[in-house]
């Protein structure tokens, strides 16, 4: 359940930039956005939760990957209202045999 009162929140999404060892940043893309489909994984907190548990869970959602439960740094985006964009660098495979890549290719990676 999204959080019930956003207005009054410190957070209510949160997104991550997520890179590789090669430096490669792991984007999604959202179909419901035409005109700028792509976006950093994460998405808006739950009633019970972090702004770092919505982004592990919303990660795994969007792509697979699984984060880990440390807390990565973070800062909130500016211009952009309540975000908080966390920054982490995992090693090169992040799905199976995907390395770090779209949410479609990643889907045809899994199968």
């Known amino acids: 359940m999204p959080t019930k009162n956003c ?4 957070v209510c999404t ?3 930039c997520l890179f590789n060892a090669r430096n490669e940043l792991l984007v999604v893309k959202e179909a419901k956005r035409k005109k700028d489909p792509w976006n950093l ?3 808006k907190l739950e009633s019970d939760e972090t702004a770092w548990q919505a982004c592990i869970r919303e ?7 699984d984060l880990p439960p440390e807390e990565p740094p973070s800062f909130p985006l500016p211009g952009k209202g309540k975000v908080r964009v966390y920054v982490l660098k995992l090693g090169d495979c992040l799905v199976d045999t995907c390395e770090i890549c779209d949410y479609d290719v990643c889907n045809s990676c899994r199968q």
């Not at 207005?7 to 410190?10: L, R, S, T, W």
């Not at 990660?59 to 990957?65: A, F, L, P, Q, R």
């Open 59 to 65: 990660t795994k959602e969007e792509t697979g990957v």
């Open 14 to 16: 949160s997104r991550i």
């Open 41 to 43: 994984p994460g998405g």
């Open 7 to 10: 207005k009054n929140a410190e």
